[in-house]
């Protein structure tokens, strides 16, 4: 379902926008090839990719700089973590001054259990 999370003017060339909407956790990236919307959830901790470094159509997390393609969710660098999945890309689009995000029906799904250590 397409929503209206905020305004183009919040987002500038190569900034970033971390934000909830309806229990989702979104990553708004502007690049010169547009906009992205990502959930903001790093494929290794979970940690907001908001305020990354913002190459070309990549972003590298602020924390441990694993690298993701903006367009895919694909890992470009994974910095030696193991077993990471992909991010998960929403569609989007701006209309009039606003970005629209196509998230899913309901709320995101839990997390995973904790493994044993
Ligand atoms: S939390 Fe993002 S690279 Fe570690």
């Known amino acids: ?10 987002l ?6 971390a934000l909830r909407h309806h229990g989702w956790r979104v990553l708004l990236v502007r690049t ?17 990719m908001g305020g990354g470094l913002v190459e070309g159509h990549t972003i590298s997390c602020p924390w441990h700089s694993v690298t993701v ?4 969710g694909v890992i470009l660098k994974d910095m030696g973590f ?9 569609q989007v689009r701006e209309e009039n001054g ?4 196509d998230l899913p029906e309901g709320p ?7 493994a044993d250590d």
């Open 69 to 72: 393609d903006l367009r895919t």
């Open 12 to 17: 500038p060339l190569n900034g970033t926008l």
């Open 32 to 48: 010169a090839e547009g906009v992205f919307a990502l959930e903001d959830k790093c494929p290794h901790q979970e940690q907001t």
């Open 1 to 10: 379902m397409w929503y209206t999370i905020t305004r183009s003017d919040h």
């Open 108 to 114: 995101p799904p839990p997390p995973p259990p904790l």
């Open 98 to 101: 606003a970005i629209l995000v």
């Open 82 to 90: 193991l077993g990471m999945p992909p991010m998960r890309v929403f």
